[in-house]
């Protein structure tokens, strides 16, 4: 149980493209989904917080038009990083807390590398 | 100013040399203390929840403990495939939010 997909798991763009990244989740409905982004040997850094139906909350010093975040239905979040840019590549993740387990634990997709020659 | 500390950085055990891995913590109302492995290039694996101080919880070799400061996650007899990052989190009263720690590096010998 408590499976999370993410999709694409890699991808590459040329810079000025936009690029879309879907977080699923499979077995249990997720009213809150989260947006983390990870450079390497560094821990998760929270980009923002997706709710259902509402607007994502995001963190300090995330660009709300550079990256649209979409929670259109309790089993589905987008990602779309708009005119990226070499500085956009970074393996991204999401996680989702199921809404019917009374309690906080995320659990994470697998991720997805964007890489933006 | 809410904070997670994870020592050591790195760790080296040759197969089957028990240790602990270390995540302080402070927050204003401890929701939650989570403990997730992490292998390269994945996402994060959970592991463990713990909510109250004195909690304590097991999967296999791995046992995570809690106080009202730190939490402990020992790892008993250790076998290569444990190698892996081991990330803390915690979720301050009122959130679902993680704050996460920069995680301890593990690497099994055989």
Redo the contacts between chains.
């Keep these: 149980g408590a499976v999370v997909s993410q999709h694409p798991s890699w991808v590459i763009c040329k810079s000025g493209t936009s690029v879309k990244i879907e977080c699923r989740s499979l077995d249990f409905q997720a009213t809150t989904m989260f947006w983390y982004r990870q450079f390497p040997k560094q821990s998760l850094m929270l980009m923002a917080t997706s709710n259902e139906g509402s607007k994502a909350t995001y963190e300090q010093g995330v660009e709300k038009d550079k990256f649209l975040i979409n929670h259109a239905s309790l089993t589905l979040s987008t990602l779309t990083v708009t005119s990226a840019h070499p500085e956009d590549s970074s393996f991204y993740i999401c996680s989702a807390r199921d809404r019917l387990a009374g309690e906080g634990t995320q659990y994470f997709g697998p991720g997805t590398r964007l890489t933006v020659l | 100013e809410d904070q997670v500390t994870q020592s050591p950085e790195a760790l080296r055990l040759q197969e089957g040399e028990s240790s602990s891995l270390n995540c302080s913590y402070t927050v204003s109302g401890l929701?939650?203390l989570?403990w997730?492995r992490q292998d390269p290039?994945?996402?994060?694996?959970?592991l463990f929840?713990l909510y109250s101080a004195g909690e304590e919880k097991e999967k296999e070799r791995l046992k995570a403990t809690l106080t009202k400061k730190e939490s402990f996650l020992h790892i008993t007899a250790p076998k290569p495939e444990d190698s892996a990052t081991y990330?803390c989190a915690v979720?301050a009263s009122g959130t679902?939010?993680?704050i996460?720690?920069?995680?301890t590096r593990l690497k099994v010998l055989a």
């Design positions: 929701r939650g989570f997730y290039g994945k996402g994060p694996e959970f929840t990330l979720q679902y939010k993680y996460f720690g920069t995680g």
